[in-house]
């Protein structure tokens, strides 16, 4: 469908503020808690990445863990998530 000029402008500026404002506002739903989960046997050279809640399309969905190959010399720590006030950010795992 062909729009006017000055209509595609429009609608392009609503929906950019429009994300703009949800990215401004946070996720003000705290995490459930975490999962229980059975974690498989230990591999020799992989270190366990615990399973997490992720945020999509507004809503939380469980990722599981999983085996990250090691780094030698380093240590993995986890993500987690943050409280900021009214809002949660989720902190990705990272390689120290």
Same mark, same amino acid.
């Given at each position: 469908?062909?729009?006017?000029?000055?209509?595609?402008?429009?609608?392009?500026?609503?929906?950019?503020?429009?994300?703009?404002?949800?990215?401004?506002?946070?996720?003000?739903?705290?995490?459930?808690?975490?999962?229980?989960?059975?974690?498989?046997?230990? +591999?020799?050279?992989?270190? @366990?990445? *615990? !399973?997490? /809640?992720?945020?999509?399309?507004?809503?939380?969905? $469980?990722?599981? =863990?999983?085996?990250?190959?090691? +780094?030698?010399?380093?240590? @993995?720590? *986890? !993500?987690? /998530?943050?409280?900021?006030?009214?809002?949660?950010? $989720?902190?990705? =795992?990272?390689?120290?």
């Amino acid at each position: 469908m062909n729009r006017p000029p000055l209509q595609r402008v429009l609608v392009a500026a609503f929906a950019a503020l429009a994300t703009s404002a949800v990215l401004a506002r946070g996720i003000t739903l705290a995490p459930p808690p975490p999962r229980a989960e059975e974690v498989p046997q230990a +591999r020799a050279g992989y270190v @366990w990445d *615990p !399973g997490h /809640w992720n945020w999509v399309r507004g809503r939380y969905v $469980w990722a599981d =863990g999983r085996w990250l190959e090691d +780094r030698p010399d380093h240590h @993995w720590t *986890p !993500g987690q /998530w943050i409280s900021e006030g009214r809002t949660w950010r $989720w902190e990705p =795992g990272k390689w120290d």
